[in-house]
């Protein structure tokens, strides 16, 4: 079992950045590939990032790369998202997962509460 707890979502400008963390607790954090989704008013859940057990493989989906980084620490049992030239097309809520596949698409196994990022214009 994983729990998950995500932090520094808020409110910021067009071009603006911020930084979410997600806190995980459990022994077997570091085995698991983790991710970020999120989900805005009205549309599905959307792949954000993934980051494989080890820190070594990352993934984006197009609409992210360049603008979005993840990382873990897997001593501090934390993963993060560096979210930089911020659109308001990024206003979400954001969602820290653990156990990510790919399969048709990505999924988790254990999901945070969600974290609000507001993009103004």
């Known amino acids: 079992q994983v729990q998950l707890v995500e932090s520094g979502g808020g409110l910021v400008q067009a071009g603006g950045s911020l930084r979410l963390s997600c806190a995980a607790s459990g022994r077997t954090f570091s085995r698991h590939a983790m991710g970020w989704f999120r989900q805005a008013p009205g549309k599905e859940r959307e792949f954000v990032a993934a980051i494989s057990w080890s820190g070594g493989s990352t993934y984006y989906p197009d609409s992210g790369k360049g603008r979005f980084t993840i990382s873990r620490d897997n001593g501090k049992n934390t993963v993060a998202l560096q979210m930089n030239s911020l659109k308001p097309e990024d206003t979400a809520v954001y969602y820290c997962?653990?156990?990510?596949?790919?399969?048709?698409?990505?999924?988790?196994?254990?999901w945070g509460q969600g974290t609000q990022v507001t993009v103004s214009s």
């Open positions: 997962a653990a156990d990510v596949r790919h399969g048709s698409t990505w999924e988790g196994n254990y």
